[in-house]
Structures are given as C-alpha cells and as structure tokens.
C-alpha cells in the first residue's frame, strides 16, 4: 500500500477504529486520509479530535478512497453494499472485507460489478501492529494481494489462506483475542485470591503471557517442551496443571473453539 494509501473504513466500531489507529500507528496512511463511518458520529469524537476524517457518508468516503475496508456487522452488510455500489469503481478501488461468515461470492452477489475483494481476518491487536490477519481472495490481482499483504504485515503477521479456512482463521485469531483474555483474567483473579493486589497480579499474568508466548515464537519450539523445562519432578507446576487438565482445561478450549466456529455458521441471521 506504498503508491496508494486513501482508505476508507466502512463501519468505525470496535475492529475499524482497531484498523485505523493501527494503520496511523505504522504511519501507512495519516489520519486526514483516512475517512471512518459509522451512524452515530459522536462515538468518534476522540479520533476527529486526532484529524480523522469522521463521517455519516459511505459514498463521500468511497470516493474519496482506494482501499475500502467493510467492518460493519455481518447483518448490516447487504444495505452497507447497495448504498455503495453505485460509486465503487473496480479501477480504482479494492474492497477488504473483515466480515466474520461472508464469502465472497456472497458479497459479490450483492454487487453490481466484479471487484477486486479481499477477505481479511485481523485481530483488535492491529492497534498496536500487533494482530494476526489471515487473508484470502478470488479476484484481486498478485499485486493488490501483496500491496494488501504488506501493509497488514505492518499491523502485525500475516497468512494467506484458502478462503475455506478463514472461519477456523476467525475463531482462532480473531476470537482468540478474547479467549487469551480470559486465561489472563482468571490469572489475575487467581493471584488476588493468593495475596496480590490486582494491579500486581495484573501485571504478572500478562508479563508471564508474553514471554510463555515470546519462546515460542523466538525459540520455535513445540509449547509441550518448554512446558517440560517449567515442570520440576513432584513440583507445584505438575501438580497445578494437572489439576486444570483434571477440570478439564484443554478440552473446555477445543470446544469453545468448535462452539465460536458453528456459530459463524448462522452468525448473519
Ligand atoms: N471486533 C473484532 O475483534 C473483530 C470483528 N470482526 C468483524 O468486523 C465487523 C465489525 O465488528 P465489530 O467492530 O466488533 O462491530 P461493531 O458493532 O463494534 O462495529 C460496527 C460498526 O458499524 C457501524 N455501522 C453500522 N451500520 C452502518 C452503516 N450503515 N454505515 C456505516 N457504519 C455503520 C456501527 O456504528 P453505528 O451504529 O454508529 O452506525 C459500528 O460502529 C464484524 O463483521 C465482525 O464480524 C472481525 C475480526 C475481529
Ligand atoms: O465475535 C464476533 O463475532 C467477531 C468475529 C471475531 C471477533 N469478533
């Protein structure tokens, strides 16, 4: 997205404000070109007050961009589409939709001509070019998906997956956002009960799960072995995770996981 960088964030809720204080983050675009939509307007105070363009417009924030992100919710997008469609131009503009369950040959179906799109699947951790956006197509041309590519890889990682791929891409990725949350919550909840203050207790857990995290990602090994370092023989360590296997830890994560996933599967209705 060197050449090009007006962008236009369709629905500027909690993903597109995500996206957007991202992209001013990395410096990828300023936030005067930038145009953030949304209804009620005065929920995007804070970022006019940052030079964002903030407005009600769709179709005056289409014309003013290349790259279109569609971040509204999933059952919002039909009206989203046909309000948009007299002015998008496959010339000019490339769509990015992040909406969780719709192909794109759904989107299509709601389009009156063939566009590049490009389905991405970030996380709220684009904010501080920290997500992992896995992203598909059908029509978007080599170049568009590597413009698209680099500059989500300056949000963050990135994968280019089948598009059969991008609900299990959306539970474990995007609502993994939220899952790893709740792990860290249960921590801090579990170290006031200890003898912590919160804010301590706080800390420790996200440090710990930053840096449980960080081995893998810098030491490239499987989690079980430096699990197997941490787990002195007859130690608390054992004993503490066993306890949580007993109560059921991995398997309450799979099937939360397989839960989120058929949800996507009527998440339009
Ligand atoms: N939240 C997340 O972590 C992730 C979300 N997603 C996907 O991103 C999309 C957005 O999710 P999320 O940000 O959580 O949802 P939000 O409800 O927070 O955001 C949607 C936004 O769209 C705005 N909106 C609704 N209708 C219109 C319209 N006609 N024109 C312009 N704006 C409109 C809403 O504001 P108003 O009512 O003021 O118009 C709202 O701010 C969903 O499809 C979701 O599946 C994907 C990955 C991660
Ligand atoms: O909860 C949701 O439906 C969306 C998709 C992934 C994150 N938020």
């Given at each position: 997205?060197?050449?090009?960088?007006?962008?236009a964030?369709?629905g500027a809720?909690?993903l597109?404000?995500?996206?957007?204080?991202?992209?001013?983050?990395?410096k990828?675009?300023?936030?005067?070109?930038?145009y953030?939509?949304?209804?009620?307007l005065?929920?995007?105070a804070?970022?006019?007050?940052?030079k964002?363009?903030?407005?009600a417009?769709?179709?005056e924030?289409?014309?003013n961009a290349?790259y279109?992100?569609l971040c509204?919710q999933p059952?919002?997008l039909p009206?989203?589409?046909k309000e948009?469609?007299p002015?998008l131009?496959?010339?000019?503009?490339?769509?990015?939709?992040t909406?969780?369950?719709?192909?794109i040959?759904?989107?299509?179906?709601h389009?009156?001509?063939?566009?590049?799109?490009?389905?991405a699947?970030?996380?709220?951790?684009?904010?501080i070019?920290?997500s992992?956006?896995?992203?598909?197509?059908?029509n978007a041309s080599e170049?568009?998906?590597?413009?698209?590519?680099?500059?989500?890889?300056a949000?963050?990682?990135t994968?280019?997956i089948?598009?059969?791929l991008?609900?299990a891409?959306t539970?474990?990725?995007a609502?993994?956002?939220?899952?790893?949350l709740?792990?860290?919550?249960?921590?801090?909840?579990?170290g006031?009960q200890l003898?912590?203050h919160?804010?301590?207790?706080?800390?420790?857990?996200m440090?710990?799960?930053?840096?449980?995290a960080?081995?893998?990602?810098?030491?490239e090994n499987?989690?079980e072995?430096?699990?197997?370092?941490v787990?002195?023989?007859q130690?608390?360590?054992i004993?503490?995770?066993?306890?949580m296997?007993h109560?059921?830890?991995s398997s309450?994560v799979i099937?939360?996981l397989?839960?989120?996933?058929?949800?996507?599967?009527?998440i339009?209705?």
């Amino acid at each position: 997205m060197a050449k090009k960088h007006d962008i236009a964030i369709i629905g500027a809720g909690n993903l597109g404000i995500a996206i957007a204080k991202g992209i001013a983050g990395a410096k990828l675009a300023k936030p005067k070109n930038m145009y953030l939509t949304r209804r009620h307007l005065e929920k995007l105070a804070d970022l006019k007050k940052q030079k964002f363009n903030v407005l009600a417009n769709n179709i005056e924030a289409v014309q003013n961009a290349e790259y279109v992100f569609l971040c509204v919710q999933p059952k919002q997008l039909p009206d989203v589409l046909k309000e948009i469609n007299p002015v998008l131009d496959p010339e000019k503009h490339v769509l990015i939709s992040t909406i969780t369950g719709v192909e794109i040959p759904t989107i299509e179906q709601h389009l009156e001509t063939t566009m590049p799109i490009i389905r991405a699947m970030p996380n709220t951790a684009t904010a501080i070019q920290e997500s992992m956006t896995c992203m598909c197509t059908k029509n978007a041309s080599e170049d568009q998906v590597k413009e698209v590519k680099t500059f989500f890889e300056a949000l963050g990682e990135t994968l280019v997956i089948d598009e059969n791929l991008m609900k299990a891409a959306t539970v474990l990725a995007a609502s993994g956002i939220a899952f790893f949350l709740r792990y860290i919550r249960a921590a801090t909840q579990g170290g006031i009960q200890l003898g912590f203050h919160a804010e301590e207790a706080q800390k420790i857990a996200m440090q710990t799960a930053r840096g449980a995290a960080s081995l893998l990602v810098e030491g490239e090994n499987h989690p079980e072995t430096e699990i197997d370092k941490v787990t002195t023989p007859q130690g608390c360590t054992i004993a503490g995770l066993n306890e949580m296997e007993h109560q059921g830890l991995s398997s309450a994560v799979i099937k939360g996981l397989m839960a989120s996933y058929e949800k996507i599967n009527n998440i339009t209705q």
